[in-house]
């Protein structure tokens, strides 16, 4: 007896797809749009600075999820095979399928370094995002993706459905998601921008968890709503918004297929990044990637391409932070929105409580009632480690202070604003000084001690054991919010971000370096 066993590889991939119809195909789109996990030699990378958190073996995990109701189960399953299915402009399209993750032995944590906050001004390729010509990316090296998510070797998991088959189908709701991308700020960015596509097509966005990137390493998730008020922001704006956690119980899950419309060149022209393949394997989702009837990255273009599929009840597209927003309304229209928990904010009030003086209680004057004021302290943002390579390398003499000041540059601003907000320089007025940063060298904490100024050590905070391997990055960025007076770095979209929350939520001027 002879037995034949033939496997199909496991990334199939079709070179011959084509951005419009079979019989009219699009001008303005490649005449060769291809779903690529692998590099070419001439694929649009960019690449990592420098990191320096070490990787952990430890698979995926969420932090405070609870468990969703189950999938509802298939008919019919796709066992070691690759399907052809046609895509969103009507061509066949290969699946890429997605590996099961490990089963999980124990759960490690990490302290997020500030590594993976973004940086502005490190893309080659500012036609990809119009607006972004001065923003960044936060992408991984061509070794870094071979090495930590090399998935072509992997064995081909079992698919049952596709995943908007496990939506409830006797709702009306329809849904749009897109995938993560990068570090945590531009997966924020690519939420805000989801919000744009999802609010023009009046769909329900279901947003992806912050998932680990190439930076951390920590191959952990934590949904949104752990840090930031998902309700009070859908009260405030009207936009519906809902997290994969409360859809799918990723534990007891099975794979599920998801069709992702290519956007910003991600599956095409570009591969999609660490933080996306991550996403995908951690919510067992299997990707296939097709190309729109056009190559866009303006959110018009992309809304008008996706408005004639209202019919469907869900939508993907492959990345969403890449998109170019008119006037960059995302953070005015979703960003101001969206506050911080309460369980976060009150993280940090105990810590300033223990730490601070208490303020004696007031009157205050609009409500005549006795009140004690919020603690007062001045906060800056110090990014250093792997940004110094780039700064280094893209700017030289006076323009250096708005990437990598010194120490002694920044104290100089300090001095600056505690004078504005202390004129007659009462010594009791001084206000004590907080530094967020990725900073770990002992020269330079300890011109910070010497400065009288305190940095956010995590580890001693006990931060993540609190709040999750993601919590060293929002309590960073509370502190920012809140502070009296905040200094950040101008190429810097972390600081960015601080600034903005210090002018909208308190009406306080913005200090950059």
């Excluded at 840090?227 to 405030?236: I, T």
């Excluded at 009157?363 to 940004?387: C, N, S, W």
């Excluded at 972390?494 to 210090?502: E, M, N, P, T």
Aim: aromatic fraction near 8%.
């Amino acid at each position: 007896m002879i037995i034949l066993h033939i496997t199909a590889p496991p990334f199939a991939r079709s070179d011959s797809l084509s951005c419009g119809t079979s019989s009219s195909p699009s001008a303005d789109c490649p005449a060769v749009a291809r779903s690529r996990w692998s590099l070419d030699k001439d694929a649009d990378v960019d690449v990592v600075l420098e990191d320096t958190s070490s990787e952990l073996e430890t698979p995926f995990r969420n932090h405070d999820r609870p468990r969703a109701a189950l999938p509802r189960p298939a008919e019919n399953t796709m066992i070691d095979g690759v399907e052809q299915q046609p895509n969103l402009a009507g061509q066949p399209q290969t699946q890429i399928p997605t590996p099961a993750p490990q089963q999980p032995n124990g759960e490690e944590t990490i302290q997020q370094d500030q590594n993976s906050n973004e940086m502005i001004g490190t893309s080659n390729d500012s036609s990809q995002s119009p607006q972004l010509t001065n923003e960044s990316d936060d992408l991984t090296s061509d070794s870094e993706l071979q090495e930590s998510v090399d998935l072509r070797a992997e064995e081909q998991p079992f698919v049952i459905d596709r995943f908007e088959e496990t939506l409830d189908q006797e709702s009306d709701t329809k849904y749009l998601t897109y995938l993560p991308y990068a570090g945590i700020t531009n997966q924020f960015y690519g939420m805000l921008r989801g919000m744009e596509v999802a609010r023009a097509l009046g769909r329900t966005l279901i947003i992806p968890p912050i998932t680990a990137s190439s930076h951390d390493k920590s191959k952990q998730n934590q949904p949104w709503s752990k840090f930031v008020d998902l309700e009070k922001f859908s009260e405030r704006t009207g936009i519906k918004v809902v997290e994969f956690h409360q859809l799918r119980d990723v534990e007891v899950a099975e794979f599920n297929e998801i069709k992702c419309g290519i956007t910003c060149g991600f599956g095409s022209k570009r591969t999609i990044d660490f933080t996306a393949k991550g996403f995908l394997k951690q919510w067992k989702l299997n990707v296939t990637l097709e190309p729109l009837q056009v190559d866009a990255t303006k959110l018009e273009a992309i809304t008008s391409v996706l408005m004639p599929m209202n019919d469907q009840k869900f939508l993907c597209i492959s990345n969403a932070y890449k998109i170019a927003v008119k006037d960059k309304s995302e953070w005015e229209r979703f960003g101001q929105y969206l506050f911080f928990t309460p369980e976060v904010e009150s993280f940090v009030q105990e810590f300033l409580d223990q730490n601070l003086v208490k303020p004696e209680p007031v009157i205050d004057p609009k409500t005549q009632q006795m009140t004690t004021p919020e603690h007062q302290y001045l906060a800056i943002h110090v990014r250093r480690g792997d940004f110094a390579a780039y700064c280094e390398g893209n700017f030289q003499g006076a323009k250096m202070i708005h990437c990598l000041p010194s120490t002694e540059q920044i104290a100089e601003r300090i001095d600056e604003v505690q004078s504005r907000l202390n004129p007659t320089s009462d010594p009791s007025k001084v206000l004590p000084v907080f530094v967020a940063t990725n900073e770990r060298r002992p020269e330079e904490l300890k011109k910070f001690a010497d400065l009288g100024w305190r940095y956010l050590d995590h580890d001693q905070m006990g931060t993540v054991e609190r709040l999750g391997v993601f919590g060293p990055m929002v309590v960073d960025q509370v502190f920012m919010a809140h502070a009296q007076g905040f200094v950040g770095i101008q190429m810097s979209t972390f600081s960015r971000v601080g600034a903005l929350r210090q002018r909208d939520w308190h009406g306080r001027q913005v200090e950059y370096m």
